[in-house]
């Protein structure tokens, strides 16, 4: 007879959650929502490092080209090299998850945000291919995976930290201030581009112009490293430690075999997500010069408005999905997308005026996703591997997802010579995303408290319902 050594789980051992105590920063009071703002602000100010980052590379990607890849196919290398960054991040997401659930999310957000600026800061300062050959571009994609490796505990851990901050009634809300932060990084990335290009001349720009914004990262890191470490760790994590239920040891086949449901379901929406996250933000600027014929100050423009009339409207969603729910914002979304996808692409071909108009369309039919990305993904692990279990599922399929779509559009158009691709390839996404959706539980509302998997129904905006019948 085999000896049993399974181990009991946390809430087996230990007595339940009482929920009617509150915990965290009172928003009664001005100190609380001082507390409050602090948190979101310094979980805001690392995504928009992180995407900065993403921004400036996305637009900068002529340069990098002719600096780099000087060789027939350049723009393609230059791509993959975007997307090998993603290949790690899965690796990052295994490493920095389990820490964060047994070290705290503050420690680890610290450890992160110093990789992630410090990576972007060198970029600017490469050698390039004409100065040291190979050695040039082996180097970019160094970097590059150090920044992977660090994102995939940056953006997992910003999410959970702010997830697990927020009052519960108004997560949605405060959550979408991270993806105001990943819009801002864009948005902040591509108009210091755009600012460099309008003050310099097109050989200051090609020489040395083009380092700058990658530079501006060290300080922007630092900034939020400051920031965070004048912050306490999470509520929920601090309860968590007084409970004794922190995991000393985390295990990923433990996590796979009792989370896989929630982990399987958030890997397809995270296909969806991403997929037209990065052909809209990532993809964009090359599909618009390259396929359109668009000049780069131009589809800059494009871009620069559409960010901001999305930065503009995520708050409001954010707010909205804390009284109606996270899934009908996402049916609204996927299915707005899917119907409008082709029809905006092909509007963004005919003139600079209407290639405004089909981006911003499109940004803001994505927006119900993005806006409730920190309210939804960590409220579907439990408090004592969240951090583990939203770091490796959103890394895993971002990698394979995410990373790769800039290339895809890519290649696929250069084969084909179909320009609609990239509006098919969202669609593909949006059907993926919409049954992922069908069986993903609401938790709007739900307390993120304690080592059971949230629910509406229990705690949130859904209890009403179920006492009704």
């Known amino acids: 007879m085999q000896p049993d050594n399974s181990q009991p789980s946390p809430s087996d051992v230990t007595s339940p959650v009482d929920f009617g105590e509150e915990i965290g920063p009172d928003m009664s009071t001005t100190a609380g929502r001082g507390e409050i703002r602090r948190a979101t602000?310094?979980?805001?100010?690392?995504?928009?490092?992180?995407?900065?980052?993403?921004?400036?590379?996305?637009?900068?990607?002529?340069?990098?080209?002719?600096?780099?890849?000087?060789?027939?196919?350049?723009?393609?290398?230059?791509?993959?090299?975007?997307?090998?960054?993603?290949?790690?991040?899965?690796?990052?997401?295994?490493?920095?998850?389990?820490?964060?659930?047994?070290?705290?999310?503050?420690?680890?957000?610290?450890?992160?945000?110093?990789?992630?600026?410090?990576?972007?800061?060198?970029?600017?300062?490469?050698?390039?291919?004409?100065?040291?050959?190979?050695?040039?571009?082996?180097?970019?994609?160094?970097?590059?995976?150090?920044?992977?490796?660090?994102?995939?505990?940056?953006y997992g851990g910003a999410a959970t930290f702010m997830a697990e901050y927020a009052p519960d009634k108004r997560r949605g809300f405060f959550g979408s201030f991270l993806e105001f932060g990943t819009l801002g990084g864009f948005a902040l990335g591509t108009g210091v581009m755009l600012g460099f290009q309008l003050a310099l001349s097109d050989d200051a720009m090609m020489s040395w112009g083009w380092?700058?914004?990658?530079?501006?990262?060290?300080?922007?890191?630092?900034?939020?490293?400051?920031?965070?470490?004048?912050?306490?760790?999470?509520?929920?994590?601090?309860?968590?430690?007084?409970?004794?239920?922190?995991?000393?040891?985390?295990?990923?086949?433990?996590?796979?075999?009792?989370?896989?449901?929630?982990?399987?379901?958030?890997?397809?929406?995270?296909?969806?997500?991403?997929?037209?996250?990065?052909?809209?933000?990532?993809?964009?600027?090359?599909?618009?010069?390259?396929?359109?014929?668009?000049?780069?100050?131009?589809?800059?423009?494009?871009?620069?408005?559409?960010?901001?009339?999305?930065?503009?409207?995520?708050?409001?969603?954010?707010?909205?999905?804390?009284?109606?729910?996270?899934?009908?914002?996402?049916?609204?979304?996927?299915?707005?997308?899917?119907?409008?996808?082709?029809?905006?692409?092909?509007?963004?071909?005919?003139?600079?005026?209407?290639a405004i108009l089909g981006f911003a369309v499109l940004g803001l039919l994505y927006i119900p996703q993005l806006a409730t990305i920190t309210a939804t993904f960590p409220a579907m692990f439990p408090s004592h591997v969240r951090f583990a279990g939203f770091a490796i599922t959103y890394n895993v399929a971002t990698a394979i997802f995410g990373g790769?779509?800039?290339?895809?559009?890519?290649?696929?158009?250069?084969?084909?010579?179909?320009?609609?691709?990239?509006a098919v390839y969202m669609m593909l996404a949006c059907i993926i995303g919409f049954i992922a959706t069908r069986h993903m539980p609401e938790t709007a509302g739900a307390s993120l408290r304690g080592t059971a998997v949230p629910d509406a129904h229990d705690t949130g905006i859904l209890v009403d319902s179920v006492e009704q019948h």
């Open 404 to 422: 790769t779509a800039a290339i895809v559009n890519q290649a696929v158009i250069e084969k084909t010579d179909f320009l609609l691709f990239p």
């Open 41 to 154: 602000a310094a979980s805001a100010m690392g995504n928009l490092t992180e995407w900065f980052d993403y921004g400036v590379y996305a637009v900068a990607l002529t340069y990098i080209t002719v600096h780099f890849f000087p060789t027939e196919g350049g723009t393609l290398m230059a791509l993959a090299t975007f997307a090998l960054s993603f290949l790690v991040r899965p690796l990052g997401g295994l490493v920095w998850g389990p820490l964060g659930d047994k070290l705290g999310r503050k420690h680890i957000l610290a450890l992160t945000i110093l990789m992630m600026s410090a990576a972007t800061f060198l970029i600017g300062v490469l050698p390039t291919f004409d100065q040291v050959g190979v050695l040039a571009p082996i180097l970019l994609v160094f970097l590059r995976m150090v920044q992977g490796f660090s994102t995939g505990g940056e």
């Open 211 to 354: 380092r700058v914004p990658f530079m501006l990262a060290l300080p922007m890191g630092l900034i939020g490293l400051y920031m965070r470490n004048k912050l306490e760790d999470t509520p929920v994590f601090q309860e968590l430690e007084e409970r004794g239920e922190v995991q000393e040891k985390s295990s990923l086949r433990e996590l796979m075999r009792s989370y896989w449901r929630p982990m399987l379901v958030m890997g397809g929406l995270v296909v969806a997500l991403n997929i037209v996250n990065y052909t809209l933000l990532s993809y964009m600027p090359t599909y618009l010069e390259q396929q359109l014929g668009l000049d780069s100050k131009a589809s800059l423009v494009v871009i620069l408005v559409g960010e901001v009339a999305m930065m503009a409207v995520i708050p409001f969603a954010g707010s909205l999905s804390d009284r109606v729910g996270r899934k009908p914002l996402w049916y609204a979304s996927l299915v707005g997308l899917f119907v409008l996808a082709l029809p905006m692409f092909w509007l963004m071909g005919k003139s600079f005026p209407l």
